[in-house]
Nanobody, 128 residues
Framework: QVQLVESGGSVVQAGGSLRLSCKFSARTLFIMYTFGWYRRAPGMEREFVAG????????SYANAVKGRFTISRDDAKNTIDLQMNNLKPEDTAVYYC????????????????????WGQGTQVTVSS
């Protein structure tokens, strides 16, 4: 069973920064998964934010966060981070980490990927 535990959510002023982290634990190897971050704002559908491939050398971003957010993975620590800069009030949401098991070494994580596992989420609130 895969467990994903997010942390780092907080209240921050517009223009500020936050770093979210997702801790992965499972019997299967961390390196066999691609990962993504999603978010759900109040009254909205959950939406894709960012994704990273198995090697960590290919990333994808939603247009709304491109240039402000950076996804990364640490294979030694089994963590996936989301660095968020220049935050805006519209970034307010619950942020979720997701994992997709894939035997293909070149697998990527993009907006249309259907993850196998989800975390419980962490709240990010950006005040104006």
């Amino acid at each position: 069973q895969v467990q994903l535990v997010e942390s780092g959510g907080s209240v921050v002023q517009a223009g500020g920064s936050l770093r979210l982290s997702c801790k992965f634990s499972a019997r299967t190897l961390f390196i066999m998964y691609t990962f993504g971050w999603y978010r759900r704002a109040p009254g909205m559908e959950r939406e894709f934010v960012a994704g990273i491939n198995r090697n960590g050398d290919s990333t994808s971003y939603a247009n709304a966060v491109k240039g402000r957010f950076t996804i990364s993975r640490d294979d030694a620590k089994n963590t996936i981070d989301l660095q968020m800069n220049n935050l805006k009030p519209e970034d307010t949401a619950v942020y979720y980490c997701a994992a997709d098991y894939n035997i293909m070494s070149g697998a990527i994580f993009i907006e249309t990927t259907q993850p196998d596992y989800w975390g419980q989420g962490t709240q990010v609130t950006v005040s104006s």
